[in-house]
């Protein structure tokens, strides 16, 4: 790429490319995928370069550098030392540091085919699009390197599952769990800068397709490859983050939080009439019992809200701190409730039932804005840092 067009600030030059490559331990693929770059790119792109950004604790970044040197195009290796975000978080990286037009993301293990390269590039510009997903399920597409029965339902019904909770978004997506995509840099360009991008794990495409709401989307079908060296990096904990990056996409908003946090309370009862059950069981009286159960069902509470709800608010204080003012809150909570039944019922004569549910209902939102405000507020940062939650 000509350094011209390259200075911060300037415009990025039409047609231009940012590759941005993700890699963990991929000592073993990236000769070969720099060849085939080189081999695609320089002929049809007006200017390109790769970025790598690199969690590695074998000798990648090494082999990287050794390879740029002769490469027909700038390579850059971003080496972190704390992998902050996992793969997400290492695309927002490669969000900052990009130059180009465009910025194509995609895997470093040559299941991504890189001659589709300056097709995503010339289907968005030709459609006018600011996103353009390789997807897997689209005519002509298809998933034949995704590695067995298993993990093809689990793609499938985690893509039917995310498409169900974001119609809106991903209208015209269908592969949003695609790891390979060019997206428009001024699409993404204040999400980056404001620190409103906080991928977890895995699905950075589902992340910028609903913070971003991209203009207007487009799909070209790929052949997902078999890997061409090295293992998968994807565990059964990246499925526990992607349902985590699931709710914290969806209740971004006041009311969807509200709801979970309601959702997650009622789930509660479950562990505290079992704790009861047990204790009364065990000959303990009910009114100690009703004291003990109810911490219960507040730790069960606690750890769903901690793990879904409030995850990316979770490092404004300690642990211990948190869950001292969320077990406060819940069991004042309970003492409350009793006057407040009395004075509905006394002073302003309703009946028992609807003061009991009014009650619930009053104490319930109570709740909620202190769980936020005296638990979870987030601190901001003077200095307006990103704040991608390490997971
Ligand atoms: N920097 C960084 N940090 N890179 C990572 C990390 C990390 O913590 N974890 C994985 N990567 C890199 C890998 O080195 C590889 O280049 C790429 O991200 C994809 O990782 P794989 O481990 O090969 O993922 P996969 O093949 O199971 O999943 C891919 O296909 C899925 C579709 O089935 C990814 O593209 C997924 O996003 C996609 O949903
Ligand atoms: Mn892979």
């Not at 709800?309 to 003012?325: I, M």
Request: aromatic share 8%.
């Amino acid at each position: 790429m000509d350094d011209q067009d390259l200075r911060v600030g300037a415009p990025a030059a039409p047609g231009t490319v940012t590759v941005v490559i993700p890699t963990f331990n991929e000592a073993g693929n990236i000769r070969e995928l720099l060849a085939r770059l080189g081999a695609s790119l320089p002929g049809r792109l007006t200017g390109c370069e790769v970025v790598f950004v690199d969690d590695s604790t074998d000798d990648t970044p090494a082999i990287a550098e050794a390879v740029a040197r002769d490469c027909p195009f700038p390579v850059t290796v971003i080496h972190r030392d704390t992998p902050v975000g996992g793969l997400g978080g290492a695309v927002v990286e490669g969000l900052k540091a990009a130059r180009a037009e465009w910025v194509v993301v995609m895997d470093g293990d040559l299941q991504h085919p890189p001659s589709l390269v300056p097709e995503l590039v010339e289907a968005g510009t030709r459609k006018g699009a600011d996103l353009v997903v390789a997807s897997r399920y689209t005519g002509g597409g298809s998933r034949m390197g995704l590695a067995g029965a298993y993990r093809v339902a689990v793609s499938r019904g985690a893509t039917w599952l995310t498409k169900g909770l974001f119609p809106q978004a991903l209208r015209g997506i269908s592969d949003p769990m695609s790891g390979f995509f060019a997206i428009r840099r001024d699409a993404v360009r204040d999400q980056r800068d404001s620190g409103a991008l906080r991928p977890l794990g895995y699905k950075i495409l589902l992340e910028l397709a609903v913070r971003c709401s991209p203009r207007s989307v487009t799909e070209v079908p790929f052949v997902f490859q078999n890997r061409y060296a090295g293992d998968s990096k994807s565990t059964a904990r990246e499925g526990m983050r992607f349902l985590a990056h699931l709710v914290a996409l969806r209740t971004a908003s006041p009311v969807a939080r509200t709801l979970v946090f309601g959702l997650i309370g009622l789930t509660g009862f479950v562990p505290n009439l079992a704790a009861l059950a047990v204790l009364t069981a065990l000959g303990v009286h009910y009114v100690p019992a009703e004291i003990v159960a109810n911490q219960f069902g507040v730790l069960w509470n606690f750890l769903l809200i901690e793990s879904l709800l409030f995850r990316d608010r979770r490092r404004h204080r300690h642990w211990a701190d948190r869950a001292g003012r969320f077990a406060l809150l819940a069991n004042a909570d309970l003492l409350l409730r009793i006057p407040l039944i009395a004075v509905f019922v006394g002073r302003l004569d309703v009946d028992v039932l609807t003061a009991t549910a009014l009650a619930l209902l009053v104490t319930f939102v109570l709740r909620f804005a202190g769980t936020e405000m005296l638990v979870y507020l987030p601190r901001r940062s003077s200095r307006g840092r990103t704040t991608i939650e390490e997971a």
